[in-house]
Each structure stands twice: as C-alpha cells, then as structure tokens.
C-alpha cells in the first residue's frame, strides 16, 4: 500500500479519533496535538500496520500510548526539574496518577516522602503549596513568619533528598 492511500485511510478516522484524544486530554488544543502526533507516528509506522488488521484500534493504540509517554515524560520532568521546590502536592498526585502503573510508584513514592517528613514541617510545606500564603499559614499555626519560612524550607530539602532518584532524569 503507498503512504498516499495510507494517509487518506488514517484521515478518514479523525473525527472519531479526534473524540478519544479531546476524552484522553480534556483539553481543545493538547487534543488536536495528539492527534497529529498520532497521524504523524502513523505515517511513519504505517509499514507495520497490517492491512487486513483494525486501522481504528490501530490508531487508537497509537494515541494512547503516545498520550502515556507524553505524561510520563511531563511528570517526571516536573519532578525531576522543579523537584517539589516549586511544584505543589495537589499537582503532583493528579498528575502522577495518569502514569497508569508508573503514575501509582511515584504517587507512593511521594506520598512516602510526604509521611517521613515530621508533621511540623510537612504540615507547613502541604499548605503553602495549596496555595496559602506564609502570613495565612502563620496565623493558622499560631507561629512567625519566619517559622513557617523555616519548615517549608527544611520540608522541601527533605523532600528532595527522599525523591532524589527522579532527579536524574532532567532534560
């Protein structure tokens, strides 16, 4: 088969597959991204696609496991890059859990360095990265400042040393 009639072939399923990819990004822009990179992997792949085989569920499997290599990529550079100092916990775990499998060891991974860190500090680090402000957290400890400061501070080199095995993997 040529790559012409190929493309025409693949073309005919972007309705559907545009569908799956809004569903798996939940967002316009990343979907229509999804879906040419799955266009684009398929023409480059298409001698593999057998012809008598599904070209639908072909493409599917090529869009969703583009779509876990594209969140495997972006969580561990978020981890690795930013590594907890400027990342907060609540987006951390959303996005560690779309890893599938590889999403629940980092999720564990993290929730266990959140639990070897002593209340006083993990306690300051979980509501400033909630998106509390020191002053906010301050008033809610009955502490400084300066203290909040401190524990977030102490929380976050903690952190880093516990999860050091992601960092790494920086690009």
């Known amino acids: 088969m040529k790559k012409r009639i190929f493309g025409k072939m ?5 309705d559907i597959l545009s569908a799956h990819a809004l569903n798996l990004t939940r967002d316009e822009d990343a979907a229509k991204d999804l879906l ?3 266009f684009l992997k398929a023409l480059d792949k298409y001698e593999t696609y057998r012809e008598d085989g ?19 990529k972006m969580s561990l550079r978020k ?3 930013r590594l907890v100092s400027d990342v907060s916990y609540a987006e951390l775990l959303p996005g560690a859990a779309q890893n599938l499998s590889e ?5 564990r991974d993290i929730q266990h ?8 500090y993990a ?8 998106g509390y402000k020191y002053e906010e957290i301050a008033a809610s400890l009955s502490i400084p ?3 909040v400061k401190r524990r977030i501070h102490t929380a976050r080199v903690q952190l880093q040393k516990a999860l050091h095995q992601y960092s790494c993997c920086e690009n």
């Not at 360095?113 to 006083?120: C, E, K, M, R, T």
């Open 10 to 14: 693949i073309a005919d399923h972007a």
């Open 36 to 38: 040419q990179h799955t």
């Open 54 to 72: 599904n070209l639908g569920g072909w493409l599917y499997w090529i869009m969703r496991n583009s779509y876990i290599n594209d969140i495997k």
């Open 79 to 81: 981890i690795s890059g």
């Open 103 to 107: 999403g629940s060891f980092i999720k």
């Open 113 to 120: 360095a959140l639990a070897g860190i002593s209340p006083i």
């Open 123 to 130: 306690v300051a680090f979980v509501r400033h990265f909630e």
């Open 145 to 147: 400042v300066g203290t």
